[in-house]
Every structure is written in C-alpha cells, then in structure tokens.
Nanobody
Framework: QVQLVESGGGLVQAGGSLRLSCAASGRTFSSYAMGWFRQAPGKERDFVAAIRWSGGRTYYADSVKGRFTISRDNAKNTVYLQMNSLKPEDTAVYYC???????????????WGQGTQVTVSS
C-alpha cells in the first residue's frame, strides 16, 4: 500500500503561482511513476502531468505545457507540481496518483490522494 497526501492548494488570482506537494508513505515510493490529475465540478478527471520513477522523463497535458512543472524528490518521498501563469480554467480539485508506469489514463494508477482544491480567480 501507498498512502498519498496532497497539500498546497488554495485561492490565487489569475497569473499567479502555486506549488502542490504530494507526500507518500508506505511501500517504496521510488519504484512508482507519479501523476497529477484534476477534476472540475461536473467534469471527468483529466491528466495534468506525470513523471517516471527515476524522474528522468516528464509528461504534460497540452493545456498546461510550459506553465506547470512536475518534479520528484525520492529521498523525501514527495512529488511536486509547480503551477505558474494560472488561469481560471485551471480551477479544479488536484489529485496525485501512483502507479507502476506513467499514463494519461487515470485507470492506470493504483493509489490516489484525497485531493486539494485549487481556485483561480479572474
């Protein structure tokens, strides 16, 4: 089992920045690919970014490419999502997830955090 706890969400004005953190505990964190997803009210859970277990490769949704950066610190069992130039359409609950390999499909991930709300005002 892997337990994931997100933090860092909040209310920010358009153009601002936030950094989300996801702290993992349980089985070996460094062996998992990590992903960030988001879900707005009434919408499906969408892929945002992912990073391989080694941290060597990262992947982004087109909507966040160039604005968001995913990173991980395996020594701290933590994955981060730096979000810059935020837009109102980025408003959603953000979830981190762990799985055997990276994917844009949320069904590929085995473990999920409880989510953290990000609200971007115009």
């Amino acid at each position: 089992q892997v337990q994931l706890v997100e933090s860092g969400g909040g209310l920010v004005q358009a153009g601002g920045s936030l950094r989300l953190s996801c702290a993992a505990s349980g089985r070996t964190f460094s062996s998992y690919a990590m992903g960030w997803f988001r879900q707005a009210p009434g919408k499906e859970r969408d892929f945002v970014a992912a990073i391989r277990w080694s941290g060597g490769r990262t992947y982004y949704a087109d909507s966040v490419k160039g604005r968001f950066t995913i990173s991980r610190d395996n020594a701290k069992n933590t994955v981060y999502l730096q979000m810059n130039s935020l837009k109102p359409e980025d408003t959603a609950v953000y979830y981190c997830a762990a799985g055997p390999r990276w994917s844009t499909a949320y069904t590929a991930y085995d473990y999920w955090g409880q989510g953290t709300q990000v609200t971007v005002s115009s």
